[in-house]
């Protein structure tokens, strides 16, 4: 509410008028409507305004009545700035118009369906107006509360999160956000609804959707979306999915999705990802990793050690068989050095060979921890591990001679742990043979982590010791380069590798 002005103008009022069912007005809508001078209301060419219509048993002879025509809605326009240009200019008018009766010291109430700033025209005079005149928005019920209501389900519950989105956006990122949230409504369906069915089907939630169409109106409809007509879709619906908590379990066979976590934390997964861990019915998995995923209600957490693999793939495995979504955790990205192979394998064989397996990846450590430091990885590289526990070191320290021979960067993934001490420091004397001691390596610790570390070292002096199993190291090249800049007056080194490579 703005109170900064001479009490001799009139004053705006935002009416927020609820989904369209005039009962559902509110006591302090229904007032200011009564007071005001002027009554405002936006409309298209034909005239009729559901603005107007919804507050029209509590409009009087004398109210001035302020019909704010859209020059354009879905039609194309011969405006030179396009239908950008021609809507700006019609707010501009527009606003003129009601600054007008407010200069002349009347009241006026821009009436709004649903809520005045939600998705509402009423914001363009508000941004506009607000800052001139006394202002005072009238919240009101919004189309989202009034579909879940009509719907009688549940929208959101306990640590949930509710996505609302408008149609109109591209296909592809309607389906990311729709993959990854628990909770969403789509709004402005009409001609935009065959993208939107078709981003809830690639999310795989389209048998989960419910369709609105004029919550609390005249010719309301409710069901499921997958069932609707697409030519019979008006402006004024939505499409929602509500609370994922209790819903019954869908009849499709049960399957295993190996999904990777990325390197750290909820900003370093994916919408593909997150949407699958909230799907899933089973989580398993590491017991670290699986304690980096939301608990949810009614799914079921199965967590062990990190020298079981196999076993924990055939669980999981089996865990499908009766029919359960399972999704099994990684660090990383699951197909590099972690469980994509172990459930691949055991998959492979006679039990297991008719139940789908599908990988989901994520953000590898070698590229959280490249990205932190600059470019080191942007030219050809290769990655190697340094664990010798599933196999020899002669095959390692032949892979490094290899690689390093060849001048390519290298990223070193479980350089060492408590009982593998020795690696890294054999690791660092082979690549001597072919490298210069200045070489500069990246020693990452827990890359979006708490303890995040990340620095640059010459080879000659990479210490064994500040090396452990949540450390990546990335090895330059000849070609990798190192330089110090100053950045919002704060030093920093960045290292980068140059993708032209000097000719033979």
Known sequence: MSEQHSQTTGRLYGVGLGPGDP?????????????????????????????????????RPEHIEERLVYPVTTETTDHPGGYRGAMEEFYEEAAARLAAHLDAGRTVAVLAEGDPLFYSSYMHMHKRLAHRYPTEVIPGVTSVSAAAARLGE???????????????????????????????????????????????????????????ERATMS??????????????????????????????PGAERGEVVVVGLGPA???WLTPEARGELAAAQDIVGYSTYVDRVPARPGQRRHASDNKVESERAEFALDLARQGRRVAVVSSGDPGVFAMAT??????????????PVRVVPGMTAAHAAA???????????????????????????????????ADLVLALYNPGSRSRVWQVGKARDLLLEFRA?????????????????????????????????????LVGSTQTRVASRTADGSPERIVWTPRRYPEG
């Open 371 to 405: 990205s932190r430091a600059g470019a080191p990885l942007g030219h050809d590289y290769a990655v190697i591990s340094l664990s010798d526990r599933l196999k020899p070191w002669e095959v390692i320290a032949e892979r490094l001679r290899s690689a390093a021979s």
């Open 219 to 248: 010719g309301e409809r409710t069901g499921r979306l997958a069932d609707v007509d697409p030519s019979s879709v008006p402006y004024f619906s939505v499409a929602v999915l509500p609370s994922r908590v209790d819903a019954a």
């Open 342 to 355: 172990a459930v691949l394998e055991v998959a492979s064989e006679g039990p297991y060979l008719d139940i």
């Open 265 to 267: 934390g909820p900003l």
């Open 437 to 473: 001691p200045e070489t500069p390596v990246v020693v990452a610790r827990d890359v979006g982590g708490p303890a995040e570390s990340v620095r640059i070292v010459p080879l000659g002096e990479l210490d064994p010791a500040e090396v452990d199993m949540r450390t990546i190291l």
């Open 23 to 59: 009962s559902l007005m509110t006591v302090r809508a229904v007032e200011v409507i009564v007071a005001a001078d002027v009554v405002a209301y936006h409309s298209a060419r034909h005239g009729r305004s559901i603005a107007r219509s919804i507050a029209e048993r509590h409009l």
């Open 154 to 212: 549940p929208l959101v519950e306990g640590e949930e999160v509710l996505t609302i989105l408008p149609g109109t956006l591209p296909e592809e990122e309607l389906a990311a956000r729709l993959a990854a949230t628990d909770s969403a409504v789509v709004m402005k369906l009409g001609r935009t609804f065959p993208a939107v069915r078709g981003a809830l089907e690639r999310s795989g939630r389209l048998a989960d959707a419910r369709y609105v």
